[in-house]
C-alpha cells in the first residue's frame, strides 16, 4: 500500500515538476502518516487515507509553487496542520518557512512534526496574522501563502500587511477564477499591483484550483 501512495506522489511531484527524490517523497509520506495518526486527537484533516491527503493536500499544495520565485521568509499565514508551509518547506528545502497559526492545539502539532521530520528550515510561531508573534514579519516577508484561512478581501489584507515592498503573496482561491472590482480596489488601496490569476492543475483532481498571485508594490503602502 504504502509502494502505491509513494508511486502516487512520486508521479504528482514529477507531473508539477517538483523534485521527486526519495528523500523528498519519504519525509513527505512521513508527515502524511503522522498527520493522519494525530487526527482524531487534533482535528487538522478531513482526510481519512494516505492516498487522499496526497492528492487532496499535499499535491493541491504544492501545485501552484512552481508558479513563484519564493523570497525568504515564506510565511503560510494560518497554517492549520502546515498546510501549504509544510509540503512546501520539504519541497523547496533552501528556503526558510515561518508557520504562523493562532491554535495553541495545532502550533503543538506543528512543533511535533518540525522535530519528527527534522525541518531546520521551518519555524512555527503561534499567532494570528495581526498579533505580536507576528509583528517581526509585518512588512518584512518575502512570500506570503495563504489556504482556506478567509474569504479573499480580508485574505488579501492580512496577507499584503506582511509583505515587504515588491514581495508575493499567493492566495489559493479554488474556483474562484476572477476578483471583483471591489477586492481589486482594495488590493490596490494596500499597495498590491495588478492581481494575476493563474489556474492550477493538481494531479489526479479534476475540480477546478486557481492561484491568485499579487505582488507588493515596491514603494511603501499607503
Given amino acids: 500500500m504504502i509502494e502505491d501512495e509513494s ?18 517523497v519519504s ?10 495518526e494525530e487526527n482524531s486527537r487534533t482535528n487538522l484533516t478531513g482526510a481519512r487515507s494516505l492516498a487522499s491527503f496526497i492528492t487532496n493536500q499535499v499535491l493541491d499544495s504544492l501545485a501552484p509553487l512552481p508558479l513563484l520565485d519564493l523570497q525568504d521568509p515564506v510565511i ?23 508557520l ?6 495545532r502550533v503543538g502539532f506543528l512543533k511535533m512534526a518540525i522535530d519528527r521530520l527534522e525541518l531546520y528550515n521551518v519555524l512555527a510561531v503561534k499567532s494570528s496574522g495581526r498579533g505580536p508573534g507576528a509583528a517581526t514579519f509585518r512588512a518584512a516577508s518575502g512570500t506570503v501563502l495563504i489556504r482556506a ?3 479573499p478581501a480580508l485574505a488579501l489584507e492580512l496577507g499584503l500587511e506582511l509583505l515587504r ?47 491568485w498571485i499579487i505582488k507588493r508594490a515596491k514603494s511603501s503602502l499607503r
Avoid at 508511486?7 to 523528498?24: D, F, H, P, V, W
Avoid at 509520506?29 to 493522519?36: A, H, N, T, V
Avoid at 504562523?100 to 492545539?105: H, L, N, S
Wanted: no cysteine; glycine share 14%; aromatic share 4%.
Fill in 76 to 98: 503560510d499565514l494560518g497554517s492549520g496542520g502546515g498546510l501549504p508551509g509544510i509540503p512546501a518547506a520539504i519541497a523547496y528545502p533552501g528556503h526558510h518557512f515561518v
Fill in 27 to 36: 519525509k513527505l509520506l512521513d508527515y502524511g502518516k503522522f498527520l493522519l
Fill in 165 to 211: 515592498p515588491g514581495g508575493t503573496l499567493l492566495l489559493y482561491e479554488g474556483r474562484s477564477s476572477h476578483p471583483t472590482s471591489a477586492q481589486k480596489k482594495a488590493a490596490a488601496r494596500l499597495g498590491a499591483a495588478e492581481i494575476m490569476v493563474k489556474r492550477v492543475r493538481v494531479p489526479g483532481l479534476m475540480a477546478a484550483r486557481h492561484a
Fill in 149 to 151: 484561512l478567509a474569504p
Fill in 100 to 105: 504562523i497559526e493562532p491554535r495553541a492545539k
Fill in 7 to 24: 508511486s502516487l506522489l512520486q508521479a504528482g511531484l514529477r507531473e508539477l515538476k517538483l523534485q521527486a527524490t526519495s528523500g523528498i
